[in-house]
């Protein structure tokens, strides 16, 4: 299958920090990019949708100014959370698509980000 | 709007027995199915899914799942399980051909016992 990657795999940082994460599907140009967030022992919540070019469409509750998400090319959508603060601390997962509503999403490993 | 129930948090089951996942969906439009594994400190894989065509689905694993239209249902069984199964399942749903936004039920812990 498809393959998508995540950087970093687990991320500490300060109070007050950015931090940007990184997602990429590394055999196949992915039209649309999911961002998710999954508290531990919980299910994944969808945060936003990501098309190549255009700006994401962000989920009811999460706030885009927080969580800036960037999907400038077909393999590439980055994720930055701005001036994360504890309760940021959760596992973020991507997932990448090549096409519509038939085509499978192919999920990255995820990135563990711990904010102290 | 979709929603998906897993009505097991955690199944216990002993090696080579039988088990079975619930997952029940609600959806005002027709639905695709989705069921994903994630072992620890992983990201989610494909198990099976249902998109059209014959309502029984197999995964190359053993794992096979059923759509069932009048109970909203897409329960997960496999009649003989192995320790390396232990895994979190997520049952999930998107809205057919009107997108591909996946809504995921709140996962299974499957711990497969000697």
């Known amino acids: 299958g498809a393959v998508v990657s995540q950087h970093p795999s687990r991320v500490i940082c300060k109070s007050g920090t950015s931090v940007k994460i990184e997602c990429r599907s590394l055999d196949f140009q992915a039209t649309t990019m999911f961002w998710y967030r999954q508290f531990p022992k919980q299910s994944l919540m969808l945060m936003a949708t990501?098309?190549?070019?255009?700006?994401?469409?962000?989920e009811q509750g999460v706030e885009k100014d927080k969580f800036l998400i960037n999907h400038a090319s077909l393999t590439l959508s980055t994720l930055t959370v701005t001036s994360a603060h504890p309760e940021d601390s959760s596992f973020y997962i991507c997932?990448?698509?090549?096409?519509?509503?038939?085509?499978?999403?192919?999920f990255g490993p995820g990135t563990r980000l711990t904010v102290l | 709007a979709q929603s998906v129930t897993q009505l097991d948090s955690q199944v216990p089951v002993f090696e080579e027995a039988p088990v079975e996942l619930r997952c029940n969906y609600s959806?005002?439009?027709?639905?695709?199915l989705f069921w994903y594994v994630q072992y620890p400190n992983q990201g989610l894989q494909l198990l099976l899914k249902?998109?059209?065509?014959?309502?029984l689905v197999k995964s190359i694993n053993g794992f096979e799942a059923e759509f069932n239209k009048s109970q909203t249902s897409f329960h997960l069984r496999k009649p003989s399980v192995h320790i390396s199964d232990t895994a979190e399942y997520f049952c999930?749903?998107?809205?057919?051909?009107?997108?591909?936004?996946?809504?995921f039920g709140g996962g299974t812990r499957v711990l497969v016992k000697p």
């Open positions: 959806s005002s439009v027709s639905v695709y």
């Open positions: 997932s990448a698509t090549a096409g519509g509503a038939r085509d499978t999403q192919y």
């Open positions: 990501s098309n190549e070019g255009s700006k994401a469409t962000y």
């Open positions: 999930a749903v998107s809205p057919g051909a009107a997108g591909n936004k996946l809504t």
């Open positions: 249902y998109l059209s065509g014959s309502t």
